[in-house]
């Protein structure tokens, strides 16, 4: 079976925050990743890493108001310093926890500003966060996100973008992040495009579609799925971003197998 971790931000949500590392670990887990780490202490999460023998797999880079709707600054030309104070802020936290991959969300463009100045901005904000993120020896993920369910806007939604955009910044430290749940929706075809996109897949992460709840509450084959990214020579993490559609414990099958 693939290389599992447990995100933090949708699992174990029926604990305090704090409380769901024990839980992950506990249900089998040896990694796990969460939307933002800023609102704790990094000497808290490290320790609570540490307790637990969990390795920390991601996190996002400071993402704006997020509470606002707000879905990454990347592509937004009068943020930029903001994001450069966010690709710090992520590197502190990023030594702290050992993290060796970050994520950045590209953002909602809107109707205001124009496709063109929007790529721009991105692709110049990617260049900088990878060179800053080389330095530290960390992979900058770039996820590219539906936006015809859960996020119409954002500017990444397809592959071909994720891989226009690294082409164009040419960095070896940029890396795809393959969510088969958004996938599904904007592209289908799961197997062969894991397949065909291996080269530059960076972190793997699912939920099944339609709801976004674990493997086995909608079309995915996960067993199939599961079976084709052992087959391929991937030695990243895959991670369970679902929305449990009861209790997580009781949503953890799959990881069975
Ligand atoms: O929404 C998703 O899918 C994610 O992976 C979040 O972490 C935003 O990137
Ligand atoms: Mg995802």
Same mark, same amino acid.
């Given at each position: 079976?693939?290389?599992?971790?447990?995100?933090?931000?949708?699992?174990?949500?029926?604990?305090? &925050?704090?409380?769901?590392?024990?839980?992950?670990?506990?249900?089998?887990?040896?990694?796990?990743?969460?939307?933002?780490?800023?609102?704790?202490?990094?000497?808290?999460?490290?320790?609570?890493?540490?307790?637990?023998?969990?390795?920390?797999?991601?996190?996002?880079?400071?993402?704006?108001?997020?509470?606002?709707?707000?879905?990454?600054?990347?592509?937004?030309?009068?943020?930029?310093?903001?994001?450069?104070?966010?690709?710090?802020?992520?590197?502190?936290? *990023?030594?702290?926890?050992?993290?060796?991959?970050?994520?950045?969300?590209?953002?909602?463009?809107?109707?205001?500003?124009?496709?063109?100045?929007?790529?721009?901005?991105?692709?110049?904000?990617?260049?900088?966060?990878?060179?800053?993120?080389? *330095?530290?020896?960390?992979?900058?993920?770039?996820?590219?996100?539906?936006?015809?369910?859960?996020?119409?806007?954002?500017?990444?939604?397809?592959?071909?973008?994720?891989? *226009?955009?690294?082409?164009?910044?040419?960095?070896?430290?940029?890396?795809?992040?393959?969510?088969?749940?958004?996938?599904?929706?904007?592209?289908?075809?799961?197997?062969?495009?894991?397949?065909?996109?291996?080269?530059?897949?960076?972190?793997?992460? &699912?939920?099944?579609?339609?709801?976004?709840?674990?493997?086995?509450?909608?079309?995915?084959?996960?067993?199939?799925?599961?079976?084709?990214?052992?087959?391929?020579?991937?030695?990243?993490?895959?991670?369970?971003?679902?929305?449990?559609?009861?209790?997580?414990?009781?949503?953890?099958?799959?990881?069975?197998?």
């Amino acid at each position: 079976m693939p290389r599992f971790a447990a995100n933090l931000s949708m699992l174990f949500t029926e604990f305090e &925050f704090t409380e769901r590392f024990a839980h992950a670990r506990n249900a089998g887990f040896e990694g796990v990743e969460y939307l933002f780490p800023y609102p704790y202490q990094k000497e808290q999460l490290a320790s609570l890493l540490k307790d637990h023998g969990l390795t920390q797999v991601l996190f996002n880079l400071p993402p704006g108001d997020w509470d606002a709707g707000e879905r990454g600054i990347a592509c937004l030309p009068d943020r930029v310093a903001e994001f450069r104070e966010g690709v710090d802020q992520a590197i502190e936290y *990023a030594r702290a926890l050992d993290c060796r991959q970050v994520n950045c969300l590209a953002g909602l463009r809107p109707p205001s500003l124009s496709e063109e100045d929007a790529w721009q901005t991105l692709q110049a904000n990617v260049s900088y966060a990878a060179e800053k993120l080389s *330095a530290e020896g960390i992979t900058l993920c770039l996820e590219a996100i539906n936006s015809r369910v859960d996020m119409p806007g954002f500017v990444l939604d397809t592959s071909g973008k994720v891989l *226009a955009l690294m082409e164009a910044v040419d960095a070896d430290n940029v890396r795809l992040q393959y969510d088969l749940y958004h996938m599904q929706i904007m592209e289908g075809d799961l197997i062969r495009s894991m397949e065909c996109l291996l080269p530059w897949i960076g972190h793997i992460q &699912f939920a099944d579609n339609p709801g976004r709840h674990q493997p086995g509450t909608g079309e995915i084959n996960f067993s199939n799925v599961f079976a084709a990214i052992d087959r391929l020579d991937y030695d990243g993490w895959v991670s369970a971003e679902y929305r449990p559609s009861g209790d997580t414990g009781a949503s953890l099958g799959w990881l069975e197998g």
